[in-house]
C-alpha cells in the first residue's frame, strides 16, 4: 500500500519504511509526527482525494534536522549601476521515515501533526491543557493571566507588501507564512533559510519593516 502525501507545498508517493528529506518541520529527532493531507491512497482498492482523502494519514518518525546541498547564486548587473553578487543558501530539510500509512482514522490516532518550521513563531510554547473544575468547597482560585495574542492565521492580505503578487503569495502561504506578524518577526538567518526567491525578494522590498507597519 502507498500513499500521495501533500508537505511544504511539494507531494510525496510513499510507502512505509521509506525514508525521505521533507521541507523543515517544528519537530524534534525521534519524535513521531502524523502527516493529515492525503491526496492518494493505492493498493488494491485505490482511492483519490477531493482534494483529499478523509480520514487518512501517513505517519513518520524524524531521524534529524539537516540542511540540503549549497547552491551558489550570482548576479551582475551591467550598464547604469555595475554591480555584482555572490552568495550561498543550504535549504533547511527534515530527514523522515515513514512507519505508517493509515486508511481510516487519523484524526483518533493521538499523533502530533505535522507543522511546517515556517508556521511556528520562535520561541512559541504549546497551550497549556484545560485546569479541571475545583469542588464547590474549595478556595477560589486566582485569575489565570491573560494569554499573549497570537498572530492572525490566514487572515492577512500578503499582496499588501511590496512586490507580492497573486503567484507569490500562493508561493509564501505554501511555505506557511499567513500573517505580517511572522514576517515582522523575521531574523536575518529566517530569511536566508525561506526558498531562494523569497528570500530576494524578502530582503530588496524590506518586507520586515513594511509588515511591522501594517501589524501595527
Known sequence: MFAVMKTGGKQYKVQAGDVLRVEKLAADAGEKIQFNEILMLGGD????????????????????????????????????????????????????????????????????????????????????????????????????????????????????LSGVGPALEKKLIAAGITSYAQIAAWSAADIAALDDAIAKKAEKEGWVEQAKALGA
Do not use: N, Y
Open 45 to 160: 482498492a485505490p482511492v483519490i482525494g477531493a482534494p483529499t482523502v478523509a480520514g487518512a494519514a501517513v505517519q513518520a518518525q524524524v531521524i534529524d534536522q539537516i540542511k540540503g546541498e549549497k547552491t551558489i547564486s550570482f548576479v551582475k548587473r551591467r550598464r547604469k549601476h555595475s554591480s555584482q553578487r555572490t552568495r550561498g543558501h543550504r535549504q533547511q530539510l527534515t530527514l523522515l521515515r515513514v512507519t505508517d500509512i493509515l486508511a481510516k482514522g487519523a484524526d483518533k490516532s493521538g499523533v502530533k501533526a505535522a507543522i511546517g518550521a515556517g508556521s511556528a513563531p520562535a520561541g512559541a510554547k504549546p497551550a497549556a491543557a484545560p485546569a479541571k473544575a475545583a469542588p464547590k468547597a474549595a478556595a477560589p482560585k486566582a485569575a489565570a493571566p491573560k494569554a499573549a495574542p497570537a498572530a492572525s492565521a490566514g487572515s492577512d492580505d500578503l499582496k499588501q
